[in-house]
């Protein structure tokens, strides 16, 4: 068998069209270095960074969606700001006993399939799916207001400007991730860092600033409980609070990004998802809490054209003045230009996370399999171009409409932490008898459960006119387009299955053939898995030109997919897999009395690397000729092309245009 780089043509990188695009997209990785995982993969910090920004960027919205919702009762937020806290810890706590038991990534969809079954798994996905691509829009948007207010009146309001500029910044990310996930992570870092420094200085400032009032709140949060009461009743106050803080669930979104971005940790993967997650909860936490506690001492009130964010930094440091110098004025401005840069910051998370969320459903047949495809960079090009289409699509028809955005955003959020917690239910009841503080863990699975359903039910219920029908939409839509794929996949593969009963046992004689002869006519054929496809391509040749070929090579490559990129281990095991396959194919050819042997290489794209072992061997076998099976349907579509890869047909595009012939060989799919 030959070796993957046994006469092989090196790749070069000959065309001015390839320097531009490395450019544009940096030089592709080598899979043959064992380190490359390390290379790209994330430390604890960098993940916050990567997936925690979406999280902690939700401060800038969620306390302020929250505290306009009190009804005036502001005294309530230092409640608000008590129960924010303890339900990040819980939701965060919950996501790390699944990092803990499902180390792969995937999050709540591989927690909904494992655990509550398959149709709770693409509901979870799906979800999931649609929340990427409403993190990538509601993050820009936000960002762009935040920009915007800084802007002169008769700029404020041109609504068309910032829509472009908030387009042209999704193609900023989207040229960024297609570059690779590191990559895109450490440009963005430094926007993360202001943000934290600057936040940190106006949360603990401004308590410390207010260190002498404190008393005097305290005195207005029990004389504001008891004219409350007396106004709404002890439930009606109740209900006040509990609709305030379930409309600022959009404060918990991006929690689960780090459970669902495993793939991307440095090893050990566990450790470092925890480690990420802890710093996620703690600076979330934090930030959330800090900002409502100063909107009380602060008394702030909504302000036309201005978050409240920005009210509240105006009132902490807009007065500050050295030496004749409007420092505080500086600061302000510095503070939420930050803000709004991470909000932009945070819509990587949706360009990390939800690639491989389709990448995963892509690997479960949900969605088309070309969605598990890699670039040479490593990253899911598919994926992330798809996402970004989708969020430039959402943020045109919404408008950029943050209020509208928020919504949608949390309704799938919830949807999907309601799930992960009723599998987790289950996942500690049913291992009661092995896993070690079960009781424990269910408790806060039980009360993360009756939360994010709670927050949800009222979401759905409060602002069903508002934005949350167009996200059950899109999503009914997205659940029942990937059930319809899923399908598909099932009807090909029944048919495949039949066709292997056909020829598995197909009757040989003993060993007649041996070592291929480079000077007698040789068929190259392009095979997958050991199967009926393979063996019908085989025997098609003969049958096509009788005894013409003495020498056959079976030609297959090892496809790095995000299904297999897991580590060097993985790897490994897909290319014995691979040698597997060609071994019984060049055993059967040789009883059926061929001259045969295989050929082999891995990388992420199927047609350079075919196209390279191809050439490397009409070096070796002058009289050669290729061939390759391809499913056909009576009536081919365009969606059948998107399910179906083209490899075979691109094959033959690029060898015929060196002057090789090659033959595609019809298989009929009768589905």
């Known amino acids: 068998m030959a070796s993957p780089s046994q006469g092989l043509p ?70 608000l700001a008590l129960v924010t806290a303890i339900t990040v810890f819980i939701i965060s706590s919950n996501y790390n006993r699944v990092i803990e038991h499902f180390p792969y990534g995937g999050g709540g969809y591989l927690v909904a399939t494992k655990l509550l079954g398959q149709q709770a798994g693409v509901v979870a996905g799906a979800s999931l799916l649609v929340d ?70 106006l949360i603990l400032g401004g308590i410390a600033a207010h260190a002498d009032r404190i008393p005097a709140v305290a005195r207005s949060v029990s004389t504001g409980l008891d004219q409350g009461v007396a106004t709404y009743g002890k439930w009606g106050l109740f209900l006040v609070f509990v609709r305030a803080y379930s409309l600022g669930g959009g404060t918990y979104t991006g929690i689960e990004a780090v459970s669902n971005g495993l793939q991307i940790m440095r090893e050990p993967r ?85 690639p491989r969320m389709m990448a995963n459903m892509a690997v479960d047949s949900w969605l088309p399999h070309r969605f598990a495809s890699l670039s040479d960079r490593l990253t899911s090009k598919d994926g992330v171009l798809l996402m970004g289409a989708a969020a430039i699509a ?62 949800l039910v009222i979401t759905v219920v409060e602002k069903f006119s508002h934005g949350a029908w167009l996200t059950i939409v899109i999503t009914t839509i997205t659940i029942a387009a990937c059930v319809w794929v899923r ?89 014995r897999g691979v040698d597997d396959a060609l071994a019984k194919y060049v055993d059967l050819a040789r009883r059926l009395g061929w001259n045969a042997d295989s050929a082999t290489s891995a990388g992420t794209d199927p047609v350079d690397e075919i196209t390279r072992v191809c050439l490397g061997l009409s070096r070796t076998y002058p009289q050669v000729m290729f061939f390759a099976g391809k499913l056909i349907w009576k009536r081919e579509s365009w969606w059948q092309r998107i399910l179906h890869n083209e490899t075979a047909f691109q094959v033959q595009r690029r060898l015929q245009w060196k002057g090789l012939p090659m033959t595609v060989i019809p298989l009929r799919a009768h589905i």
């Open 132 to 201: 990427y691509v409403l993190t990538i829009t509601v993050s820009v948007a936000s960002g762009g207001d935040a920009i915007f207010n800084f802007m002169p009146l008769s700029i404020r309001h041109n609504h068309d400007l910032k829509i472009g500029l908030e387009v042209m910044m999704m193609g900023v990310l989207i040229l960024l991730n297609l570059r690779g996930v590191k990559e895109s992570v450490q440009a963005l870092m430094p926007i993360f860092l202001v943000f934290v420094v600057t936040h940190l200085v």
């Open 394 to 455: 959402i943020l045109i028809f919404t408008g950029g409409s943050v209020d509208a955005l928020v919504v949608m955003y949390s309704i799938n959020v919830f949807a999907t932490f309601t799930l992960t917690n009723a599998g987790m239910i289950r996942f500690f009841i049913g291992g009661r008898d092995r896993l070690k503080g079960w009781l424990r863990a269910l408790a806060v699975h039980i009360v993360g459960l009756v939360l994010c359903a709670s927050i």
């Open 270 to 354: 566990i450790q470092t998802g925890k480690r990420t997650m802890t710093y996620m909860a703690f600076s979330l936490a934090f930030t959330a809490g800090g900002i409502l506690l100063c909107y009380l001492l602060y008394d702030v009130h909504p302000v036309r054209g201005q978050t409240l964010n920005g009210v509240l930094a105006e009132a902490f440091a807009g007065h500050w003045v050295i030496a004749g110098i409007p420092v505080g004025h500086a600061f302000v401005i510095l503070t939420l230009l930050s803000e709004a840069a991470l909000l932009f910051v945070a819509a990587q998370t949706g360009f990390i996370g939800g």
């Open 10 to 79: 090196p790749r070069r990188e000959d065309e001015p069209r390839r320097t531009l695009r490395r450019a544009l997209f940096g030089a592709p990785r080598d899979l043959s270095d064992p380190g490359v995982f390390h290379t790209i993969s994330l430390v604890a910090f960098l993940a916050w960074v990567g997936l925690g920004a979406d999280g902690l960027s939700s401060s800038a919205y969620g306390p302020d969606e929250a505290y306009r919702h009190l009804e005036g009762q502001n005294y309530l937020a230092v409640f």
């Open 487 to 575: 399908a598909h996949y099932r009807g090909v593969a029944l048919h495949l299955r039949r066709l292997d009963q056909d020829f598995l046992q197909l009757p040989t004689s003993d060993h007649h053939g041996g070592v291929p002869d480079p000077k007698k006519p040789t068929a190259v054929l392009l095979v997958g898995q050991f199967g009926g496809v393979g063996i019908h391509s085989l025997l098609s040749i003969h049958k096509m030109i009788p005894n013409y070929f003495k020498n056959v090579i079976f030609v297959s490559v090892a496809v790095i997919d995000s299904g297999t990129f897991k580590g060097a281990e993985d790897v490994e095991a897909l290319k």
